[in-house]
Structures are given as structure tokens and as C-alpha cells.
């Protein structure tokens, strides 16, 4: 068995190119000021300041027109609440299909540690949770001698297991995502959807400041210590 941390990846756009970062933000502009007829204001240093406005004005659905798409390598657990949002395309690692006993897969199965049991004093809630993911797994591979489909012996594979889960959607729909997966301006996420989508955000405000800046300052006012 494998024990691995969870982790994003940002397929598509390459946020580390600033050209591709500025043509985002010029693509939306030039989308936008359609609706005004006011592409004679645009300039060279306008994209940005034009985006903020959209947002302060909630004219957010002109940030559709760009999209992102991100891997996630999370628990189970997590996917379930990352595929409830419905503007998205998903492609999921299938339990249906994949079948770890085979080499590709190291012949074990691979699972997230929760993070929340690296605490000293919960090392015997750690045990336990590590003993019951072994267990899930020899449960798994001998149903699978004993002649189980893999599509059938996912029955006993735990919450915890990895699961690789791709997302694609627009900036309108990845600010509503990171509201309430990261910000949590519905009520306080999951710990270990935190885990992921906080360094999201603060990785995107970096980048696509006139997007998600916003949405990390929100966060940061919640959880300032006052």
C-alpha cells in the first residue's frame, strides 16, 4: 500500500507564461467592452482594471469566455464534493475499470493521508486508520483471486483512496468553486479540501490577480486573528 499527500496540477493555460496571463485578461476585456461598445478604451495596461470592474459591477458572466483546466489528486471523499459543481467537465480516475493488483498500478492500491492525524497526540487514530486501509486492501485483492471483477471488488476500497480527477471550467465558475471550497463563504470546507484548494487560490491571485485576488483578501479577512 501507498500513502501519498494530495496535490493540484494546472494543465491548461501555462500560468507561468506571462504572455499567455496577459492574453486571458485581454480576451475577456475584448469580450466584455462589446456589451459598452468601448473597445476604443482599450490599452495596453487596461485588461485588468477592466476585470475588477466586472466583478465590483457582478457583470462576472463575461469571465466565461476563459477557462482553466486542473488536476486534483485527492481522497475519494473530496472528488465527491469537487464533481457536485455543475458548470464543468470531469474526467475521473475509474474504479470501475482500473484494476490495482496490476503492475501499472505497483500491484497495491494508493491512498491519501489525512493530513489531520500527523498530529503526535492522535498517532494511535493514525494507526488505526492505516491498519483499516491495509485491511481494505488485502479485502480488495483477494476478491479479485477469488474471480471479482474490479468494477465488483471496489466494494470494500476505502474513502481515503486516490483518485485522479481533471476539471475544466471558466473563471466565472473556478471563483464560485474557490468561494466555497477554499474562502468557504457558505460555511467552513472540508480540511482536506483546504488542503488543495487554499494553495490554489493563493498560487492564482499571483497569477490571475484580477480574477482571484479578491476571493484570497475575503479569506484573509476571515481568518485573521483579531
Same mark, same amino acid.
Given at each position: 500500500m501507498k500513502i501519498v499527500e494530495p496535490s493540484y496540477e494546472i494543465l491548461y493555460p501555462n500560468l507561468e507564461n506571462d504572455e499567455i496571463r496577459k492574453d486571458i485578461c485581454k480576451r475577456i476585456e475584448g469580450v466584455g467592452r462589446t456589451c459598452y461598445k468601448s473597445e476604443n478604451n482599450i490599452t495596453d495596461e487596461s485588461a485588468e482594471r477592466f476585470i475588477f470592474d466586472l466583478e465590483r459591477r457582478k457583470h462576472e458572466a463575461v469571465l466565461e469566455h476563459a477557462?482553466? #483546466?486542473?488536476?486534483?489528486?485527492?481522497?475519494? %471523499?473530496?472528488?465527491?464534493?469537487?464533481?457536485?459543481?455543475?458548470? !464543468?467537465?470531469? !474526467?475521473?480516475?475509474?474504479?470501475?475499470?482500473?484494476?490495482?493488483?496490476?503492475?501499472?498500478? %505497483?500491484?497495491?492500491? #494508493?491512498?491519501?493521508? *489525512?493530513?489531520?492525524?500527523?498530529? *503526535?497526540?492522535?498517532?494511535?487514530?493514525?494507526?488505526?486508520?492505516? #491498519? /483499516?486501509?491495509?485491511?481494505?486492501?488485502? /479485502?480488495?485483492?483477494?476478491?479479485?483471486?477469488? %474471480?471479482?471483477? *474490479?468494477?465488483?471488488?471496489?466494494?470494500?476500497?476505502p474513502n481515503s483512496l486516490k483518485t485522479e480527477l481533471v476539471v475544466t471550467t471558466n473563471m466565472r465558475e473556478w471563483r464560485h468553486i474557490l468561494n466555497l471550497r477554499a474562502a468557504g463563504t457558505t460555511g467552513k470546507p472540508h480540511p482536506q479540501m483546504i488542503e488543495v484548494m487554499l494553495p490554489l487560490l493563493k498560487y492564482l491571485r499571483t497569477k490571475l490577480p484580477a480574477f482571484y485576488s479578491d476571493i484570497y483578501v475575503n479569506w484573509l479577512a476571515q481568518n485573521t486573528v483579531k
Open positions: 477557462c482553466m #483546466t486542473i488536476k486534483f489528486i485527492v481522497d475519494r %471523499g473530496v472528488s465527491h464534493e469537487i464533481v457536485r459543481h455543475r458548470i !464543468a467537465s470531469f !474526467a475521473q480516475e475509474s474504479t470501475r475499470y482500473c484494476n490495482y493488483s496490476k503492475a501499472k498500478f %505497483g500491484s497495491e492500491i #494508493t491512498v491519501i493521508r *489525512p493530513y489531520f492525524y500527523n498530529d *503526535p497526540d492522535r498517532q494511535e487514530e493514525y494507526e488505526t486508520w492505516k #491498519t /483499516a486501509m491495509e485491511n481494505a486492501e488485502k /479485502a480488495y485483492f483477494r476478491l479479485l483471486e477469488l %474471480g471479482s471483477k *474490479p468494477e465488483e471488488a471496489r466494494a470494500v476500497l
